[in-house]
């Protein structure tokens, strides 16, 4: 029963059986039962009522965030922020392998679920408790580059999901460079290896890159950067400015 759940829970804790519950963002099924995927906080969505669906259970990093003033019921509301990467979230990432058909990046941050309906500043909506101007000042330093790449969650960016129009003149070296910081919408969750991303929207794409030079550069059109020192273009597939 819901009264036994526990409120908070930890990764691999049994939550209850599949025959009564549906595993939720942050859990898994595994032998029938729905484990916790994530630390966290317990929510539970009952089912409608004269419903044959079963409650929901799933776990966020913080706390629930009512959507009206007069919401009670664990139904409505939600989330405000869930740290793992969905179908849909938006993601800010780091590039860290460009090949002729795909390039590797880094998930950095998930950020705040709405920012896939609405333009958002990538300074703001964070996920979970973290400091985005940080992150991403550390990131786009490439001394700051190493092995903790490999703890991040990591994703591809297939050639086709660049860009929505001429896929076949892509060239994925003219797209990305390591080191960039591309923002993406995650498109699938792929394999227990990597998620797959895509920048195919004019909102979507590089959002800080440094020149050859080292210098981090600034936008002048969806397809080039420029340094402002030495005043050298560079292509990129860039994200629209906000």
Excluded: C
């Amino acid at each position: 029963m819901t009264s036994s759940l526990p409120s908070l829970a930890i990764p691999g804790q049994r939550l209850g059986s599949v025959t009564t519950f549906t595993a939720g963002p942050g859990t898994h099924v595994h032998h029938s039962h729905v484990y916790a995927s994530i630390a966290g906080p317990v929510f539970v969505d009952p089912a409608q009522p004269k419903s044959q669906a079963k409650s929901t259970i799933s776990i966020s990093r913080t706390a629930r965030v009512k959507t009206t003033p007069s919401a009670t019921a664990a139904s409505k509301s939600k989330p405000k922020y869930n740290t793992l990467p969905g179908v849909d979230s938006v993601v800010l990432a780091r590039v860290t392998r460009v090949q002729k058909r795909q390039a590797t990046v880094s998930i950095l941050v998930v950020l705040d679920e709405s920012a896939s309906s609405k333009a958002l500043n990538p300074l703001q909506s964070a996920s979970d408790n973290d400091n985005i101007e940080s992150i991403l000042s550390s990131a786009a330093n490439p001394e700051n580059h190493s092995s903790s790449d490999e703890l991040r969650f990591q994703a591809l960016i297939r050639k086709e999901d660049v860009r929505a129009v001429e896929k076949d003149r892509v060239v994925m070296d003219e797209m990305f460079r390591v080191g960039d910081i591309v923002r993406g919408t995650v498109i699938s969750l792929g394999d227990q290896s990597f998620y797959y991303l895509t920048t195919a929207r004019n909102d979507l794409g590089v959002v800080m890159a440094r020149s050859e030079a080292g210098n981090m550069m600034f936008p002048v059109s969806w397809k080039e950067m420029r340094d402002p020192v030495t005043g050298a273009a560079e292509q990129r597939k860039v994200a629209r400015p906000f």
